[in-house]
């Protein structure tokens, strides 16, 4: 979109939705927990059948969580686009959406917890974690408008992430990560194939 077009735009009064998709990998022995607050935060949407307050609480935990975590980082990426029209910005948001629960054992499965009679004594961990975080907003975010292939800029968008919900202005979210529980493993040759995109750290 031309500055131009930016600018005729604003002059008309038409609303700006940014729809933007972040993708951050965390590697080490210690990054498999994570999956146990994503988990919780995805249980928590599904409870409140798609909240959008109860989303934007959920990812703003998520955003702080992985900003503790950022020792863990390895690799990141990012694509987005404007929209001047809802109904494009909701076709972008649902093309995101099934591409990113394509991505190896991105699904959560609440119903497929093992019992506690077949619970073994240890499940294997991963060393790998993808995040994937999808948001639709009004309005401008130069924070998340821009290569996130860096750590700072990482962090500011994180962070950017979290002051937009409590602004109020996202419209939708939708979080992503693989593996999708405990006990699934999402291998180096895995993240290769399924996440050719993220670029080092």
């Not at 686009?81 to 093309?95: P, Q, R």
């Amino acid at each position: 979109m031309s500055s131009l077009g930016n600018r005729f735009n604003k002059l008309t009064g038409k609303n700006r939705f940014v729809v933007s998709r972040i993708f951050i990998h965390l590697a080490g022995d210690e990054v498999a927990p994570l999956l146990g607050v994503l988990n919780q935060t995805a249980q928590d949407a599904l409870e409140s059948e798609g909240d959008l307050g109860v989303l934007g609480d959920g990812l703003a935990s998520i955003c702080q969580k992985l900003l503790d975590m950022s020792i863990y980082w390895r690799s990141a990426a990012n694509e987005g686009d404007v929209f001047w029209k809802e109904e494009e910005a909701g076709d972008y948001i649902t093309e995101l959406f099934t591409d990113s629960a394509q991505r190896y054992l991105s699904e959560p499965e609440f119903d497929g917890f093992t019992s506690e009679e077949n619970t073994p004594l240890s499940l294997p961990m991963t060393r790998n974690v993808v995040v994937m975080i999808i948001v639709a907003f009004k309005g401008e975010a130069p924070e998340l408008e821009t290569s996130l292939a860096d750590r700072l800029a990482l962090e500011e968008g994180l962070k950017a992430l979290i002051n937009l919900n409590y602004q109020g202005v996202l419209e939708a979210i939708q979080v992503h990560f693989s593996p999708a529980q405990l006990g699934d493993e999402l291998t180096n040759d895995q993240l290769l194939l399924n996440f050719s995109e993220l670029v080092s750290l």
